[in-house]
C-alpha cells in the first residue's frame, strides 16, 4: 500500500504562483511514476505533469507548459509542482497519484492505483 499526502493548495490572484508537495510513504517500490492531476467541478480529472522517478522523465499537458514544473526529492520520497503565472483556469483540486509505467506522454488518471485526497488551488482574477 502507498500513502500520499498533498499540501501547498491555496488561494492567489492570477499571476501568482503556487508549489504543491506530494509526500509518499509506504510500499513505494512498487512504483516509478508520480502524476499530478486536477478535476474541476462539473469536468473529468485531467493530467497535469508527471515524473518517472526511476528516469526522471517528465510529461506535461499542454495548457501548463512554460508555467508548471514538476521536480523530485527521491530522499523525501517527495514531488513538487511548481505553478508560475497560474490563470483563473487552473482552479482545481490537484491531486497526487502513484503508479507503474513507462509511458512517453502525460498517462491517464485510470492508469494509477493510489491517489492523495487533494488539494485546493483557487486563481482569482
Known amino acids: 500500500q502507498v500513502h500520499l499526502v498533498e499540501s501547498g493548495g491555496g488561494s492567489v490572484q492570477a499571476g501568482g504562483s503556487l508549489r504543491l508537495s506530494c509526500a509518499a510513504s509506504?510500499?513505494?517500490?512498487?512504483?516509478?511514476?508520480r502524476g499530478w492531476f486536477r478535476q474541476a467541478p462539473g469536468k473529468e480529472r485531467e493530467g497535469v505533469a508527471g515524473?518517472?522517478?526511476?528516469?526522471?522523465?517528465?510529461h506535461y499537458d499542454d495548457s501548463v507548459k512554460g508555467r508548471f514544473t514538476i521536480s523530485q526529492d527521491n530522499a523525501k520520497d517527495t514531488v513538487y509542482l511548481e505553478m508560475n503565472n497560474l490563470k483563473p483556469e487552473d482552479t482545481a483540486m490537484y491531486y497526487c497519484?502513484?503508479?507503474?509505467?513507462?509511458?512517453?506522454?502525460?498517462?491517464?488518471?485510470?492508469?494509477?492505483?493510489?491517489w492523495g485526497q487533494g488539494t485546493q488551488v483557487t486563481v482569482s482574477s
Open positions: 509506504g510500499y513505494t517500490i512498487n512504483t516509478n511514476y
Open positions: 497519484a502513484a503508479g507503474f509505467g513507462w509511458w512517453r506522454t502525460m498517462p491517464k488518471p485510470e492508469l494509477f492505483g493510489y
Open positions: 515524473v518517472n522517478t526511476r528516469n526522471g522523465n517528465t
